[in-house]
Every structure is written in C-alpha cells, then in structure tokens.
C-alpha cells in the first residue's frame, strides 16, 4: 500500500472524503499548507482549501468544485472585516506582514482558492476591490502571491 494523503496533529483539519459537487464521484477536501509562513508565523498565516477528484489513475484539482466553494465564500463575506492591520514596531520584520501590515486571511484563501479553479482575473479583481488606496507595493504583492501558489505541488 502506498499512503496518498496524511493529516499532522499541529493544526491540521484534516482530510475529509465526500461527493461535494454530487456528481457521483467521490472528491477529496484537504487544506493545501503552501501559504503557511509566507509573509508570517504559522499563527498568522492560513492554509488554502482545496478539492482533488481521482481520474486517469491520480488526484487532480477539481477546479469547478473549488470555485464553487470559493463563491459560497466571497458571497457570505463581510468585506468590512477585510482590514490590514498595522503591525507594531517592536514586531516588524521583513518577512512578516506587507508594508507593516497584516495580511487579512480572507485575502489569502479567496485569491488563493481562485487561483488554483484557474480564475486569476477574479482573483486580481478581488484583490484590487480590498487592496487599501494607501497601502503600496499591491503590484509587488500579487507577484510574490502568485510565486508561492505556483510553488504548491497542487499547482497546475
């Protein structure tokens, strides 16, 4: 037997086995950890939901079932909830954070989650609708987002 997926006990949800998108295939939701540590500690970072389906002999990215989960998503959001906090002095750090600013979560797993359904322009577009007017370097910032996703080994 070869072990496919495991789960830690550090904070890990889990993998959870079900037909989501009731199509009569069984599909895979696991919690992909590639945005863990970026740009914080593993206290202020959060790992991407995604599904994977079996076909061809692997798991691949059910794309259309992540997109839709991540439409439930944006529209139960509370976009005032969306809020870069300023980081204190004592705390600031070249990795943490971006421009001395917490990273809102939501911004990480809506663009995230977009991303890998293969929706880049929404996920810009969700971007530049939260993106502060006076918080610089959003440019910056969606290229380095979009380095660390393609790092995942989900990434397609």
Request: hydrophobic share 35%; no cysteine.
């Amino acid at each position: 037997y070869e072990i496919v997926f495991s789960a830690t006990s550090d904070g890990d949800s889990g993998i959870y086995v079900g037909d989501y998108d009731e199509d009569g295939n069984s599909e895979i939701s696991i919690n992909d950890k590639v945005s863990l540590y970026w740009r914080g500690s593993y206290a202020d970072t959060v790992p991407i939901e995604i599904f994977l389906e079996y076909s061809s002999d692997s798991f691949k990215l059910d794309k259309d079932l992540i997109y839709l989960n991540v439409t439930e998503e944006i529209n139960a959001i509370d976009y005032g909830s969306i809020k870069f906090t300023p980081i204190d002095k004592e705390r600031r750090d070249d990795w943490n954070g971006w421009e001395y600013h917490y990273i809102p979560y939501q911004l990480i797993q809506i663009t995230g989650a977009l991303m890998f359904s293969g929706r880049e322009t929404e996920a810009k577009r969700f971007l530049d609708y939260v993106w502060p007017d006076d918080l610089p370097n959003k440019d910056l910032y969606w290229k380095e987002f979009k380095e660390m996703i393609e790092g995942s080994k989900y990434w397609e």
